[in-house]
């Protein structure tokens, strides 16, 4: 058979597969006759990178290039479908083929089927106006010949199972009150696609608040080994009890750096940071900043790292072979069943329950930084805590009017997500404030940015007059440059490395009322805030945006949170905003005080220090293609 020039030599044993002698290295190419459901008959190629196929008689002559009702007839005349975007491939038997070949006389392509052995080709497609969104796509390929259709459906098969990253066993929470109450029926709508890609699941329905926290802290090594990943069929706030779940038992880090008046019984109990007394850093010294002893030198200490340890054990070396964070092919993956799923849309760019499947069983992989809040006292009367409570955040830590609407919001959970509206509304409406002091870290990247980050850093030392031009701005993209760059060491430890060699750090401090102060360690884009509440923040760069919204008269506080809910809107553009990228801040609250909001969930703390962990989970996503 000859095609294009190409010298096709026929498989003796199948005579309808001609298998072309030049795959150079990579595996012969195969070509076959086979009639795709609903196009008609087609020369079906397979290479090393997918299936592409040419519509034979697609149409005749006199009506190539016209329209029926509209539709170009010529563009469905070939295709291709790469194996990085095809999840599984069927051999579905004796049945029906729909073949569209004949045309009328206006053109229209008129259908007519024939009975034969058949095989479906699962992929995805991309939405041709928004990119993000993907659909499960099925070719049905028909033969008269059974063994020829065997023949391809192990070939795609063997071209599968060479596609790397793909998870063969998930460990599945579903909250099924979670958003509207839809987490069990979201989770039934995608299941099939996980059977259809053969990745076996174990689903557990959370009966109660924490359930998935006690069962995610509580697996052992050997049985969490077992599984490629755990994915949340809920909310923000559930993906953040997941997390919590595998973190607090398992992940053994400092605790994060403080300014040397912050938390006496950071010294006193003796546990994690060890300051080192002769260190000093560098820095200009004006009335804002604290260059005092100013960055400790932290190291892990061995009687704290065993405190780590749950009490059953897990995390330890018997329990099974180590399971390390961060962890090379264990990822998380969620699927958007909450209320605001800000999480989703970062990552994926869009809040599509089938596109989030299709990222996991696609294997995909993105790595997302985590926030480490500790908190060193629950209220202003409390004694310093003996053991400081440890959260991780994955999207954002508020405090001020981002406690206070949570608090609002769960009084009205019966409303389902309207009750963030509702709750947003009465706390605008009261228009409280919260005196407080904030230390954040402010790190002179020069060194370690590219020239591309190098724009966004002068446009965070221009944050305080105001915003960066928007031509400065660089979103967070799929194969992020600014994500994808090398770390200085390896994570997670970077950050904390980088503070150690750090003559280009140095502690500034913040002090008044504020009516919220936020961590952003993701843009939070959300259908409220179009572009998050820092359109330019990073999944994996290694930096907070700390953003303190100063005490300001009520009208441009609405005008600031018009501009947030507006795409393209300019939130941070205001004298009363304060954004930092930082690594590490610390936050104690003076007088009365509000809560704090970790990933959605209520974390009461007076007094608090968080630091960021760079990539230090990989999520089963791209990032946003838009
Ligand atoms: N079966 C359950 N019953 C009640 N609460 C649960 C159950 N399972 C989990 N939860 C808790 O519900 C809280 C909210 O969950 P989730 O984040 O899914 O919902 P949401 O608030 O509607 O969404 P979002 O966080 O996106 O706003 C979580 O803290 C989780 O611990």
Known sequence: MERNGDCLVEDKSHPDIQVDGQGQGQGPVLTSNFVLDHAGEVVLTLNSNGLSWNLIEFIDKEHGGSSCLGIKLGSKSEAAIKFSDVYAVDFIGWGLVQETTLANARGCLLGHGSEMYRFTVHGVQRSMTQPSLWAPSVYTFGHKDMN???????????????????????????HPKSGKGNGCRTWEAVAPIFSRAKVKTKVIVTQRAGHAFDLMFSLTN????????????????????????????????????????????????????????NETVAGPSDSSEDNSPLLPRFHLNESRSTKFRSTDGCGDADQGPEFSIPNKWFRFGIIPAGSTDAIVICTTGTRDPMTSALHIVLGKRVCLDIAQVVRWKTTSTSTPEDEPCV????????????????????????????????????????HWSYEAEIAYLEVNSEKTSSASEKGLQSGRKRALWGLPKKSERKACRINCDVCDREPTSTPPSCHLSLLQNSDESR????????????????????????????????????????????????????????????????????????????????????????????????????????????????????GPEV
């Not at 949340?232 to 919590?244: R, S, T």
């Not at 981002?402 to 709750?423: N, Q």
């Not at 994996?540 to 009208?555: S, T, Y």
């Open 148 to 174: 020829t259709c065997q023949v391809w459906v192990d070939r795609i098969t063997a071209s599968l199972n060479m596609e790397t990253g793909r998870p063969k066993s998930l460990l599945v929470f579903v």
């Open 222 to 277: 050997r049985e969490l080994n077992t599984y490629d990943g755990v994915v949340a069929v809920g909310g923000d706030g559930f993906f953040n009890e997941i997390l919590n779940g595998l973190l607090s038992s398992r992940f053994k880090a400092p605790y994060p750096p403080a300014p040397a008046d912050f938390v006496p019984s950071v010294e006193n109990d003796g546990c994690v940071m060890v300051r080192v007394a």
């Open 391 to 430: 959260r991780y955040a994955a999207s954002f830590a508020g405090y001020g009017f981002y406690g206070d609407v949570i608090t609002e919001s769960e009084k009205y959970r019966w409303m389902g997500p309207k009750r963030y509206d509702y709750a947003g509304t009465l706390v605008f409406l009261r």
């Open 507 to 622: 502690w500034m401090r913040s002090k008044g009322r504020f009516l919220s102060v936020g961590a952003a360690v993701i843009s939070c884009r959300n259908e409220r805030a179009p572009d998050g509440l820092v359109a330019d923040a990073h999944l994996a760069d290694g930096f907070l945006h700390l953003l303190l919204i100063k005490e300001c008269p009520h009208a441009l506080y609405l005008w600031h949170l018009t501009q947030l809910a507006r795409k393209g809107g300019n939130p941070l553009n205001f004298d009363f905003v304060e954004h930092h990228k930082t690594p590490a801040f610390t936050f104690t609250s003076i007088g009365k005080e509000s809560v704090w909001n970790l990933d959605g969930e209520l974390f009461q703390a007076h007094q608090l220090s968080a630091q960021v962990f760079r990539g230090l989970i990989s999520l089963f996503a791209s």
